[in-house]
Each structure stands twice: as C-alpha cells, then as structure tokens.
C-alpha cells in the first residue's frame, strides 16, 4: 500500500531554514507527482509546489519562489522541501501528498505532517 | 491565480442528513477539481477527483458533480465520523488553489 512517512518536528530560530522529508513506499517513486501543502495553526490548506521524481523538474507556488526547494532522491524513494529566511509566519503543518494518478497532479495520499515551529 | 470559493462556509447537520457543499472557481477549470476530508489534528483524506471520481477506497456515500466553474460535493446519510472540515481543490492551473475549507457540525 502507498506510504509517504515524514520526517519529525522541527523548532527553528527566525531567519534560519528548515528541511523536511517525505519517504515514500508502496509504489513506483518515478511514477506520480509529489506535491509540498502546508497549513497554519487554525487555517486552511495553502498549496506550496509541486516535484516530478522523475527528472526532478519543479514548480512552486510565487509566494514560495525565492525561498523554496523541492528536491527528491531516487535511491531512497525520498522527497525533500527545503524552506529558508524563516520567520513566525511559517510556523506550519508541512504535508508531502502524492499524486492520485500517474501523470494527474491531483493529491490523493498524504503524508503524516510535520510541524515546523519558527520561534526565537 | 484562480480563486476557488466553497459554500457555506460551516454547515450544521444531524447523523443521517443528505449534505451538499458547493465550490465555485473564478475562471472555468474544466473537471480538474478534487474534494478533500480533513478531521483535527490529522492529514487531509482524498475524496474525490475529476469531479467525480471516487478515489480508492472512499464509501459511494460521497460524490462529486460539475464541470467548469461550479461543483458539489454531496454526503448522504450522515454518519458521526464523516463531521469534518471539506476543501475543494483546482488542479486545472498552477499555482493549485484549495477553496477556504467548509466546517461540517453535529446539529
């Protein structure tokens, strides 16, 4: 069965980066889609971007442009989103999500989560 | 960016009521248009996708219609555990947009 196992928690100082990890199981890695959603103490779901493990080809979301970086390992079946320049805003829920089909980009397993907390 | 818009925003219902939630997108997105359940504390699930594709696993209680810019998603018969909060999501376009999210509650 599909698995996506996420890295733990995380506290981070303002101004530093954090990255998280997504490994997945269960299914052809280089087949689907991987996408990065992050949720807010309280708030809805805010779409980050999205990884091919493929070719390794990304997009992000503009307000995470300069900040973000969605990397994957295809040895290990391992997704990775690197977040820099962070401040108390990002203090988050971090989900990976994999695509529900090969070739669709609509996330249909989720990953546990991983709580960054931004605070000094 | 398209914005996605679900009403209402919280629904109160009693355990075997018949539910719809509906989500608007500001420019038409053809079918590419996903549900998602979400309790406290955990992961969203996967409903629906295409519209109205049942993704692996998911009871037929739930269904999903639309195309373009409007959709619902439909509940029946209400059980305890299907009180949730519920995002709609457009895939149509990056970036991918997720509606504001509607609270369902016990009555």
């Known amino acids: 069965q599909v698995q996506l196992v996420q890295s733990g928690a995380e506290v981070k100082k303002p101004g530093a980066s954090v990255k998280v990890s997504c490994k997945a199981s269960?299914?052809?890695?280089?087949?689907?889609?991987m996408h990065w959603v992050r949720q807010a103490p309280g708030q809805g779901l805010e779409w980050m971007g999205i990884?091919?493990?493929?070719?390794?080809?990304?997009t992000y979301a503009q307000k995470f442009q300069v900040r973000v970086t969605m990397t994957r390992d295809t040895s290990t079946s391992t997704v990775y989103m690197e977040l820099s320049s962070l401040t108390s805003e990002d203090t988050a829920v971090y989900y990976c999500?994999?695509?529900?089909?090969?070739?669709?980009?609509?996330?249909?397993?989720w990953g546990q989560g991983t709580l960054v907390t931004v605070s000094s | 960016d398209i914005q996605m818009t679900q009403s209402p925003s919280s629904l109160s219902a009693s355990v075997g009521d018949r539910v719809t939630i509906t989500c608007r997108a500001s420019?038409?997105?053809?079918?590419?248009l996903a549900w998602f359940q979400q309790k406290p504390g955990k992961a969203p699930k996967s409903l629906i996708y295409?519209?109205?594709n049942l993704q692996s696993g998911v009871p037929s209680k739930f269904s999903g219609s639309g195309s373009g810019t409007d959709f619902t998603l439909t509940i029946s018969s209400l059980q305890p555990e299907d009180f949730a909060t519920y995002y709609c999501?457009?895939?149509?376009?990056?970036?991918?947009?997720f509606g504001q999210g509607t609270r369902l509650e016990i009555e």
């Open positions: 999500a994999r695509s529900s089909i090969v070739g669709g980009t609509s996330p249909g397993y």
């Open positions: 269960g299914y052809s890695f280089t087949n689907y889609y």
């Open positions: 990884i091919d493990p493929s070719g390794g080809s990304t």
């Open positions: 420019q038409g997105i053809s079918n590419y």
């Open positions: 295409s519209a109205s």
């Open positions: 999501l457009q895939y149509k376009t990056y970036p991918i947009t």
